[in-house]
């Protein structure tokens, strides 16, 4: 399977929010925003449809869920534990 980084993410109406900067197990994680203001957020890959022929991931939580989500640090690894209870995946 080939690496989604950099693929769009959008909403399910065709906003784009932002791009795969990496993935970790359990979920993307999306940076958003521009210099200085740049964030990362991890989305469940349960919430993200893979569109491989147009690049992109089309989630399905509102860009509001995933803005509220917990911002995580720009090159750490993602806490999985925390991801997992923050979205109620456990």
Do not use: C
Not at 24 to 29: I, T
Not at 51 to 62: A, L, Y
């Amino acid at each position: 399977m080939t690496s989604i980084e950099g693929y769009r993410v959008e909403t399910n109406e065709g906003k784009t929010v932002g791009h795969v900067a990496r993935e970790s197990e359990l979920a993307l994680v999306v940076e958003s925003g521009s210099w200085p203001r740049k964030r990362w957020r991890a989305l469940p890959k349960q919430f993200a449809d893979v569109d491989r022929e147009r690049g992109s991931v089309v989630m399905t939580v509102s860009k509001t869920t995933l803005a509220a989500s917990p911002e995580l640090k720009r090159d750490m690894p993602v806490d999985e534990d925390a991801v997992a209870s923050w979205w109620a995946l456990d």
